[in-house]
Each structure stands twice: as structure tokens, then as C-alpha cells.
């Protein structure tokens, strides 16, 4: 090889590590705030731990003191700063002091991830009972309304900011037996949708991740904690195995990153709210 043909791999060195770099400062959050609702297990706890590996300042927030206090021992052994908060996030006011505890002890709020929910028990559509149709709306979407109602405020206040909703492969197709939980998440979709048009001019980015089968203790109630049960589930995954909550948190970081600043809710062409139509030009190349 001449000396000619080894400067490209030269360059390419440099400008990898160069890129390497630039990606490990879009993953630096230090000074930031991230607020976290059902931290205390699965995927949230796994976001919590993820961005205070990242350097960021957590709130963990959920109904369990005992699993809230797992989750900050887990971060304070990083050697980050957690605070746990107690709170039902179908309760308005619980919320809204959860908030206010976070600027009294932080001074901002830079990402918020809304990611408490609850199952519903398999059930026919027609059989599900009001009261449990108001419970599982109450939990996976009127919840998450009502805590970016008050989290936006902050977000302006701040400059900008983003939000992550957890909705749920039945977000976006049906399920047997879950007309409640498939309502509710799929709901859920379209209030990311639309808030993320209202508030992109703010700087505020609103997204949504969807879940698949995650290897949870929730999974485990919906699976009935049987080998059958947890075999069906994982074969409707095409990689033939639940995924983590760490892939999942790791998407939430990226999402909250500047590595996915152009990401806000729907597809860019839906904002001008008319369907995608290609270009000519684009129907040659394509043909």
C-alpha cells in the first residue's frame, strides 16, 4: 500500500474519534433535570438509572416507597443525586406537588418521562365494568395529560425541554381482550401528536416510545408468570426474545438528546396537516 492509500485511514481515525467525541457529549447531561413517574420498577427505574449514568439530576417519582428507595440506592451508587417522591399520578394535586418539590430542590426541570401505567386484566370489551375502564384511562392517559399540563410551564419557563410518554405496542394495533389499555395508549398517541405541533415553537420536543414485550414485572402479570404464557408473548417479537429496560431507557436518552433534535411527534409532513404526496421526481426514482 502506498503512503497515497494510508492518509484515508488516517483521516478516518481522526474524524472517528472526532465523532466519538461529539457522541459522548450529546450523552453528557450534567446540570440537567430529568422527572421520572413509575420509577420504582421496569422500565422507569431503568431511565432513572440510565440518565444518572449520564449525569443527570433524577426525580423518581411513583406509589411505592420501598421500590423508590431501590431505585435512588441503585443511583446514588453511581454517586448522583436522586430525590424520591411519593406520588399517585391519577391525584392532580399530587403531581403538581411533585413538581413544585422538584424546582424547590433543583432549580429546573430539563426532561420529563411519563411512564407510569397499569394492565388491564384480559378481558372481552363489552365485559370490562366502568369502573375499570375509568381506572386504566385514569392511569395511562389522563395522568399523562395532566402531568404535561403542569410540566409545560416549567419547560417554557426553562427555555425548552423535552418530554417522553411511554404508550405501547397497543397504541398502534389492537389487542383481544384489552379494548381499555389498547384505548388508553393509543389515546396517548394522539395527545403526544398534538402537543408536540403546540409546543415545537417553544423548544419543548414531545415524543412517545412504544414498548414491544419488555422483560418486566409487568409482563409477568400480563403473561400470568406462566412458561406458556411469557413463550406466547416473546413469539410475537420478530428477534425471538423480550427486550430490556435498559434498550428501552437507552431510546428515551436518545430521544432527550440533541443526537434526535430534529424528532417531534409526527412525521414532518403531517404538520402542514395534508397527506404525503412524493414528488414527481421521487415517483420516477422510486419506479
Known amino acids: 500500500m502506498s503512503d497515497a492509500a494510508a492518509v484515508p485511514e488516517t483521516t478516518s481515525g481522526t474524524a472517528k474519534r472526532h465523532r466519538n467525541h461529539k457522541m459522548n457529549h450529546a450523552f453528557n447531561f450534567s446540570n440537567k433535570v430529568i422527572f421520572v413517574t413509575g420509577a420504582g420498577t421496569g422500565i422507569g427505574r431503568a431511565t432513572a438509572v440510565t440518565f444518572a449514568r449520564a449525569g ?5 417519582v411513583g406509589r411505592t416507597d420501598s421500590s423508590l428507595q431501590e431505585t435512588t440506592r441503585q443511583i446514588e451508587a453511581i454517586g448522583d443525586e436522586a430525590l424520591a417522591i411519593r406520588c399517585d399520578v391519577t391525584h392532580t ?3 403538581k406537588a411533585a413538581l413544585d418539590q422538584t424546582i424547590s430542590r433543583f432549580g429546573r426541570l430539563d426532561f420529563a418521562f411519563n411512564n407510569a401505567g397499569a394492565e388491564q386484566p384480559s378481558t372481552a370489551a363489552s365485559d370490562i365494568s366502568e369502573d375499570e375502564w375509568d381506572r386504566v384511562l385514569d392511569v395511562n392517559l389522563r395522568a399523562v395529560f395532566v402531568c404535561m399540563k403542569h410540566q409545560i410551564p416549567l419547560l417554557r419557563k426553562q427555555g425548552g425541554g423535552v418530554i417522553v410518554n ?3 405496542g397497543a397504541g398502534v394495533k389492537g389487542f383481544p381482550g384489552q379494548a381499555a389499555y389498547c384505548a388508553a395508549k393509543h389515546g396517548l398517541i394522539g395527545l403526544t401528536r398534538a402537543a408536540a405541533l403546540d409546543y415545537a415553537k417553544d423548544n419543548i420536543r414531545v415524543n412517545a416510545v412504544c414498548p414491544g ?16 404464557g411469557r413463550a406466547g408473548a416473546i413469539a410475537q417479537e420478530p428477534v425471538s426474545r423480550p427486550g430490556s429496560s435498559e434498550e428501552i431507557a437507552n431510546t428515551v436518552l436518545w430521544l432527550c438528546s440533541d443526537m434526535s433534535g430534529f424528532v417531534v411527534g409526527p412525521p414532518s409532513w403531517w404538520m402542514a396537516g395534508k397527506p404525503y404526496r412524493p414528488s414527481p421526481s421521487i415517483k420516477r426514482d422510486l419506479t
Request: hydrophobic share 35%; charged share 25%; no cysteine.
Open 93 to 95: 394535586d399530587e403531581i
Open 166 to 168: 411511554t404508550s405501547s
Open 56 to 60: 443527570a439530576r433524577v426525580v423518581a
Open 213 to 228: 414485550i419488555i422483560d418486566t414485572p409487568m409482563m409477568e402479570r400480563f403473561t400470568g408468570g406462566t412458561p406458556e
